[in-house]
């Protein structure tokens, strides 16, 4: 279990059930930042079943709350989870760090993306990888000023994805 990071008036700490409602908002929010507002088609019902009903659990999230007005209020979240690498072993994946718009430049967004790492050391990942859009200068500067290294230059490693219709078709063809 992680530890709970506290600094003055921010609090990074491990999501909950009923956080899931502000991350559904922050995910369309963030669907809506690059352009892929009907993207999303998880459910806040989908959310807590996956985050927090299954086990071993399909994600983990941790949340960065702020004190607003006098009240706490869900500011960012980032979503990730264990994968595994037939090279080095345990490994995180990074899904998604966001911040909401009105709550950026106040260092959330380090120190979410510090605390994954942590996570991701104490659990014994040899790396953390995440996705990055190609026009997001921003989110690139921002993992770039972290260290992190650009493989689709660096090992001209392509990301694919099989989904929908030519899913369903391959996994179709497994049963003949």
């Known amino acids: ?35 892929m507002s009907d993207g999303p088609k998880l459910s806040v019902q ?21 004190n ?4 706490p209020l869900v500011a960012g979240y980032a979503l990730y989870f264990p994968v595994y690498s037939t090279w080095n072993g345990q490994a995180m994946m ?15 967004g380090h120190r979410l993306f510090n ?8 659990m014994g990942s040899s790396r953390l990888d995440f996705h990055v859009l190609e ?7 921002f993992y770039d000023l972290k260290g992190a290294i650009n493989i689709t230059q660096t090992e001209k490693w392509c990301f694919y994805r099989l989904s929908g219709d030519a899913l369903q078709k391959v996994a179709l063809a497994a049963k003949s």
């Open 1 to 35: 279990m992680a530890a709970k990071y506290e600094d003055g008036e921010v609090k990074v700490r491990r999501s909950t059930r009923d956080d899931m409602k502000a991350v559904a908002e922050m995910i369309q929010e963030l669907a809506d930042l690059e352009e």
């Open 135 to 141: 026009w997001n200068k921003n989110a690139r500067d």
């Open 68 to 71: 607003k007005d006098g009240a």
């Open 94 to 108: 990074l899904e998604d760090l966001y911040v909401r718009a009105s709550e950026r430049r106040r260092g959330l």
């Open 46 to 66: 989908d959310l807590q079943r996956d985050g927090f009903d299954l086990q071993p659990p399909a994600f983990l999230c941790l949340v960065a709350e702020v």
């Open 115 to 122: 605390a994954v790492a942590r996570e991701a050391h104490l």
